[in-house]
């Protein structure tokens, strides 16, 4: 079956632009996470959704970045004014429901120059 | 000190060895404990999910969870050259995932 997918798979951008990340997760999955993977601070949680609602946006390093999820489905990540240090991978997983685990997408890799 | 500590290696084995792999962590409250593979430039892929202490075998993966030492491993039997990847410890903190920083595992054919 489908897993999950995200686009664009790699995204250049200068400094000050906003980017908007996409993620499908698995059909039926209820819970859906991002995470950031960049080579000093390794795999990091951003921000979990059950449906459209997001319970645990913990994880988001700034208010430049936002997201939502609807129609229980597809998510989109912004970063707004992007800075060089967002240069990161972005992945996004789902899972049927929440404390279960997690499926991985092939992530959005970001360069900010 | 970090929640979850893994030896990123890398650790470089000859194929057909058994390969031990283990994370320490310093978080009690940890429930769920798991394993990704990941190649480069893919995403993880889940391959062990364990919740209490014990073994969980799989193929020739087995996942260990000792809760008392706070102590996992993952091992792999008959290594191949194929499984060369980074591996990932994960465990689950409320309903985000905790990493280590991944072991960095080579099988030399």
């Known amino acids: 079956g489908a897993g999950v997918s995200q686009s664009p798979s790699n995204k250049v951008t200068e400094k000050g632009k906003d980017v908007e990340l996409r993620c499908d997760p698995i059909?039926?999955?209820?819970?859906l996470y991002w995470y950031r993977q960049s080579l000093g601070q390794g795999l990091e949680f951003l921000i979990y959704?059950?449906?459209?609602?997001?319970?645990?946006k913990s994880g988001l390093p700034s208010d430049r970045f936002s997201a939502e999820r609807t129609g229980g489905s597809v998510s989109t990540l912004t970063i707004q004014r992007t800075q060089q240090e967002d240069s990161a991978v972005y992945l996004c997983?789902?899972?049927?429901?929440?404390?279960?685990?997690?499926?991985f997408g092939p992530g959005t890799r970001l360069t900010v120059l | 000190q970090k929640e979850v500590e893994q030896d990123p290696g890398p650790l470089s084995v000859p194929e057909g060895a058994i390969v031990s792999l283990n994370c320490t962590y310093s978080?009690?409250?940890?429930?769920?404990f798991m394993w990704y593979r990941q190649y480069s430039r893919k995403g993880p892929e889940l391959l062990m999910y364990?919740?209490?202490?014990g073994n969980k075998e799989d193929g020739r993966f087995t996942a260990q969870v000792d809760k008392s030492s706070k102590y996992i491993s993952l091992f792999i039997r008959d290594s191949q050259p194929s499984d060369s990847a980074t591996y990932l410890c994960?465990?689950?903190?409320?309903?985000?995932?905790?990493f280590g920083a991944g072991t960095i595992l080579r099988v030399k054919s």
């Open positions: 364990t919740y209490s202490s």
């Open positions: 978080n009690s409250a940890f429930q769920y």
């Open positions: 959704f059950q449906g459209n609602s997001a319970p645990d």
């Open positions: 059909s039926g999955h209820t819970a």
């Open positions: 997983a789902s899972s049927l429901k929440a404390a279960q685990g997690q499926f």
């Open positions: 994960a465990m689950m903190s409320g309903n985000k995932l905790v």
